[in-house]
Structure formats: C-alpha cells, structure tokens
C-alpha cells in the first residue's frame, strides 16, 4: 500500500467536511485550524535526536555502537539530518538513550525559545 503524503491527507480530510465548516457552530472549522496548525509545525525528529544526544555528551559513534552492528557514524549523522523518523527507530534510540520516544516527536526549539522569553 503505497504512503500518502500530510497533504493528500489534509485534503482528504477537508474534503470530508468541506461542506460542514459554516454550518456547525465553528466547531469543524476550529478542527480543522488544529489539524492545519499541527501539520505546519516542523518538528525536526533529527535535529532532536541529535540535540538530546549531544546534551548527554554522547558521540555519535557511541549512539551506533549501542545500536547495533548495523549503524555506524555516518548512519547516525545522516539520521540526524532527517525531518521524520520511524516509530521503531525512534524506540530503539529512546531505549539507548532513555529519552522519552515523545521528545524526539514533540520538541519544537522555536516553541521553547517562545516559552522561555
């Protein structure tokens, strides 16, 4: 079954209710805010990954090490660099790094800097 992108998806579920934003109290219009506000945040699963790793003083090299034969380096280093990473994955590294799967999920830097000024 082939992947549908977040915007097929968002057309998808507009169109479901295309019909009932004006007519429902502004209640599928507010879903539908929500739903387009959560797909415009760009969480960077990576770049947490590599932010938690490196508040933890641990090297990239350690972080393959502990996750098994098959990562090294340069598989970390290019994991890191990618915006979505899998369910799975994101386990094994919470594991090693006992981190919740959660923070790599949710942690907007530019919410944070918000919040903290």
């Not at 599928?28 to 990954?49: C, D, P, S, T």
């Not at 996750?67 to 899998?86: P, Y």
């Not at 006992?98 to 919040?115: C, L």
Request: proline content about 2%; charged content about 30%.
């Amino acid at each position: 079954m082939p992947m549908i992108s977040e915007k097929e998806c968002f057309k998808g579920y507009f169109s479901i209710f295309e019909n009932q934003i004006f007519n429902s109290r502004g209640f599928v219009f507010r879903a539908l805010e929500k739903l387009i506000f959560i797909m415009e945040q760009k969480i960077h699963q990576g770049r947490n990954v590599k932010r938690f790793r490196e508040m933890l003083n641990i090297k990239q090299e350690a972080l393959a090490y502990d996750l098994g034969e098959e990562w090294n380096q340069k598989k970390i280093s290019m994991l890191e660099q990618k915006d979505v990473i899998e369910e799975s994955l994101l386990k094994q590294i919470s594991a090693v790094l006992k981190i919740p799967v959660e923070a790599f999920q949710n942690f907007d830097e530019e919410q944070a800097i918000n919040v903290y000024f």
